[in-house]
């Protein structure tokens, strides 16, 4: 009877979030002909931003400044832009971080601003204090997108890299879910979830949970480095240095200048205790 239950909930949340796209894209088209080129521009970027890749993400940006620049009020573009930077950070390809930070945070305000009921332009602040070290507005800010909008899988993600970043992995593993059950073919759900599900499990000591996700982030996209670096943790926790060495080969190979500093920098957020036992095990692992 559960399993039928969360069939119907996964199929009704499915359902929702294609409503959740149509309705938002009939509220384009009632905005006029030039804010519809600017709603274009918007949906081009999506699939790039996607991929997981410095240069798709560079693409997104600029197909998405092109499209804030016809709509300077379009909070769901602002959003994304601001996504754009973040994930500069978070991913270790920003050649200078801090101005990367202060974007993010300046274009998620803007988001906010001109749409203050918009969730995404939460989440986008949620990402943006994140990335930049701020734990408290991060996880205020992710809250209250997915107050906003429960069914949002994107604000439930947001909120669970919050939590986990503010030392709460059973709530950063609950949240994960959540948007996983409600989006459970989205990128969403194959990618972002994953991704601190994986470090929640880590940290908390359960290593081939942790390493499942891992292969399911790996599985899904080959080229997102944080796969690749989870394998290499938990290989080392696990006892297996062959495949922790080969795993950090496999990181190198996406992007060669990867470093444990360049790690420390994306993760945003410091914990000292958590920073170190991670850091450790990556040295173990053949990263310096």
């Not at 769901?76 to 978070?90: E, I, K, N, Q, R």
């Not at 989006?183 to 990618?191: C, F, R, S, V």
């Not at 080229?223 to 690749?228: A, K, L, R």
């Not at 080392?236 to 990181?251: F, N």
Request: proline share 5%; net charge negative; with cysteine.
């Amino acid at each position: 009877m559960f399993a039928l239950q969360d069939e119907i909930s996964s199929t009704i949340a499915a359902s929702i979030a294609g409503d959740v796209g149509r309705m938002e894209a009939e509220r384009a088209q009632r905005r006029g002909p030039e804010n519809l080129e600017a709603w274009g521009l918007y949906q081009m970027s999506l699939p790039l931003t996607y991929q997981s890749l410095p240069a798709e993400n560079a693409k997104a940006r600029s197909l998405l400044e092109r499209a804030v620049a016809l709509d300077p009020h379009f909070a769901t573009a602002l959003a994304a832009l601001s996504f754009t930077h973040s994930w500069d950070v978070g991913m270790a390809w920003a050649s200078a971080p801090d101005k990367s930070v202060s974007t993010a945070l300046e274009t998620a305000h803007r988001a906010v601003a001109a749409d203050p009921r918009e969730a995404s332009a939460h989440a986008a602040l949620g990402a943006a204090y994140l990335v930049a070290g701020d734990a408290r507005n991060g996880l205020d800010a992710a809250r209250r997108a997915v107050d906003l909008n429960p069914s949002m899988p994107e604000a439930w993600v947001t909120l669970g890299w919050a939590q986990w970043l503010s030392g709460d992995p059973d709530g950063c593993i609950a949240s994960n879910k959540n948007a996983q059950r409600l989006d459970p073919q989205g990128e969403t759900a194959a990618i972002d979830a994953w991704d601190t599900i994986a470090m929640a499990y880590w940290e908390t000591g359960r290593f081939d949970e942790s390493l499942d996700a891992a292969r399911h982030l790996v599985a899904a996209r080959p080229t997102y480095i944080w796969g690749q670096l989870y394998l290499a943790l938990n290989a080392v926790s696990l006892g297996r240095p062959d495949e922790a060495r080969a795993a950090i080969a496999e990181a190198r190979h996406i992007q060669p200048d990867l470093s444990i500093a360049k790690i420390q920098r994306a993760f945003g957020v410091s914990r000292p205790d958590v920073d170190a036992r991670r850091n450790a095990a990556f040295r173990q692992a053949g990263l310096e």
